[in-house]
Structure formats: C-alpha cells, structure tokens
C-alpha cells in the first residue's frame, strides 16, 4: 500500500539516498537539497513515499508565502521504482491531502516541459499550463 510518511531521524538517509535516473537529474532538485530548504521555510513539508516499509520517492509541499496558494515544490520516484503506478498514486495522496483544506480551491507547480512523463502525468490530473515562467520551470495549475 502506497504511504505518505513525515522525513525523520530513521528515515533521512533513505530520502537523500533515491534519485531519479541520470537523463532526469536537470528536472529534480536534489532531496537533500529540499529537506535542507524545510529547515529554512518551515512552510514546506517533506513527506516521504512508501509502498508499505520501502520507501520509493519523495515530494514536497507547502502553502507559499508569496501568494498564500499551494504549490507542489517536488516530485520524484526512484529510478529503481518508476513505471508502476508510484507518481500517481502519491499525486493522488498528495492532492487528497490538499484537498481538505477548504479555504483554497487550487494549486500549482512548476515542471519541466522537456520532462514528458511529468507533464503527462499532472495532466492526467486536471493540472494545465498557464503561461507562467519561473526560470526553466513552466507553471501548471489545477483549480477544483
């Protein structure tokens, strides 16, 4: 069963040690370089992914403090797990979490648009470009 579960004292090292595959390493900020920026911006919420007690990817949340909106800041599966339904179903625990906040009714996050398998995937969830440019990241939003 796919989980989300807080970074901890047991499990950081396993959160630093996943990474993508090499052709996707320019898309993704490194897990140690987000669990780093939490410290900084206690806004942002690391959160592991686990299928039961393997842990097989890791995201990041947080309610941002420019626009008082939520943004996804990170996505990955490990490149030992990807192509089996992990993305999805932690998109899915993801947005069911952000979902019961009922005071917002959107959220965005910025991808890559050369990472196919990403912007297939956040379209898949009703997420649609919309114009907005932050450096090499294309802004997608789903509003529900």
Same mark, same amino acid.
Not at 24 to 47: F, G, W
Not at 99 to 120: C, P, R
């Given at each position: 069963m796919v989980l989300l579960k807080e970074i901890?004292?047991?499990n950081f090292w396993d959160a630093v040690s996943i990474e993508?595959?090499?052709?996707?390493?320019?898309?993704?900020?490194?897990?140690?370089? @987000?669990?780093?920026? @939490?410290?900084?911006?206690?806004?942002?919420?690391?959160?592991?992914v686990y299928d039961d007690d393997l842990m097989v990817g890791f995201l990041m949340y947080c309610i941002d403090e420019d626009d008082g909106e939520y943004w996804i800041y990170r996505m990955m599966v490990d490149k030992n797990y990807q192509s089996r339904g992990y993305g999805k179903k932690s998109m899915e625990l993801l947005l069911d979490k952000?979902?019961?906040?009922?005071?917002?009714?959107?959220?965005?996050?910025?991808?890559?648009?050369? @990472?196919?398998?990403?912007?297939?995937?956040?379209? @898949?969830?009703?997420?649609?470009?919309?114009?907005?440019?932050f450096g090499s990241e294309h802004i997608m939003r789903l509003d529900y």
């Open positions: 901890t004292r047991e993508v595959a090499p052709e996707q390493m320019d898309y993704v900020t490194s897990n140690a370089v @987000s669990i780093a920026q @939490s410290k900084v911006q206690p806004e942002c919420i690391p959160l592991a952000i979902k019961e906040d009922k005071n917002h009714n959107k959220v965005f996050l910025g991808v890559h648009k050369e @990472s196919k398998a990403a912007v297939k995937l956040y379209e @898949s969830f009703g997420f649609k470009f919309n114009g907005q440019v």
